[in-house]
């Protein structure tokens, strides 16, 4: 890689984040939603191995080990969370969860 | 441009392009398939920086486990395409997402400038901006030892091994047993919703 520089990785990660952020805040789709969670966390973490790469420290990579451990920990509780919300009131649109009043 | 920038250039549109078509595609299935796209593309990144093991380790959870959860519990749930009532909250959303894209702009731009600018900095630590030709990534030695209080960054699983297990042991511990949690949790979720709709 001769003409990549860490910026070029940063610029990519935070418009990964911003395309991420942009999804959770338009789609109303719960599935959706985290989806674009997940996108936003890829953004860190190509930012953190990139920080990594260019430091030579090892210590950015095991953390991006760390965040996927929580992403797909939240995944999981947050599907299950979906499945019985969807039970309950048949629509995982983020419109129908008005339980406190509009 | 050589060959590895013309990569990097490839895999950024793949997992741009991917996350783009997964945040406005109508089908969630579709989205979901894009999203695999984008993340394959993540991981090809990840393999331009000589983290092997992580881009391994995304190909198999993320694309592997994660958007195959995520697949199962679109099958699951049977949602089709979002269409329509589509309308209904569309004014706060577009002007949210409106905000958004002008902070993106802006910090882009930040990023972008930043890059440029060389005067601020001395000429010790201006590695990275002025011609970015000139940056040099730091060459990678194949040793696992510690350099002080802080790795040394290697491709090798080794390297990984050792980092987690020596200097993140407490850190690891603590991932197992969030991922215990979340394992109970959902047990948990899942029969108690059960109950409720047999009972």
């Known amino acids: ?102 | 441009m050589s060959g590895p920038d013309l990569l990097f250039y490839f895999f950024a549109t793949l997992s741009l392009g991917g996350g783009l078509l997964m945040v406005f595609s109508r089908h969630p299935v579709s989205a979901a398939l894009f999203m695999i796209v984008s993340l394959v593309g993540v991981a090809s990144l990840f393999v331009l920086l000589d983290a092997f093991f992580l881009a391994i380790l995304q190909v198999l959870v993320y694309a592997g486990a994660v958007m195959v959860l995520f697949l199962f519990i679109i099958m699951l749930l049977d949602v089709g395409p979002s269409g329509a009532k589509a309308s209904k909250v569309k004014l706060l959303s577009g002007v949210a997402g409106l905000i958004s894209v002008g902070l993106l702009v802006v910090l882009l731009l930040d990023l972008g400038l930043g890059s440029m600018d060389c005067s601020e900095c001395s000429a010790e630590n201006c590695d990275a901006c002025g011609e970015s030709a000139a940056f040099a990534w730091p060459e990678i030695r194949d040793e696992t030892a510690a350099n002080g209080n802080s790795l040394i960054f290697s491709p090798s699983v080794k390297a990984f091994g050792f980092g987690l297990l020596a200097k993140y042991m407490l850190p690891l511990q603590v991932a197992g047993f969030l991922l215990l949690a979340a394992m109970v949790g959902v047990i948990i979720l899942s029969k108690k919703s059960t109950a409720e709709g047999e009972g």
Do not use: C, Q, W
């Not at chain 1, 890829?42 to 451990?69: C, E, H, K, P, Q």
């Open chain 1, 1 to 102: 890689m001769n003409t990549i520089t860490p910026h070029h990785f940063l610029i990519l990660a935070f418009l990964l984040f911003g395309v991420g952020f942009l999804g959770v805040v338009i789609r109303r789709n719960v599935l959706l939603v985290l989806m674009s969670l997940e996108l936003m966390l890829n953004g860190i973490n190509v930012a953190l191995v990139a920080f990594s790469r260019a430091g030579a420290n090892l210590d950015g990579s095991i953390f991006v080990f760390f965040i996927m451990t929580v992403a797909a920990a939240e995944v999981s509780v947050g599907l299950a969370l979906l499945v019985a919300l969807y039970k309950k009131r048949k629509s995982i649109f983020t419109e129908d969860m008005n339980l406190l009043g509009n």
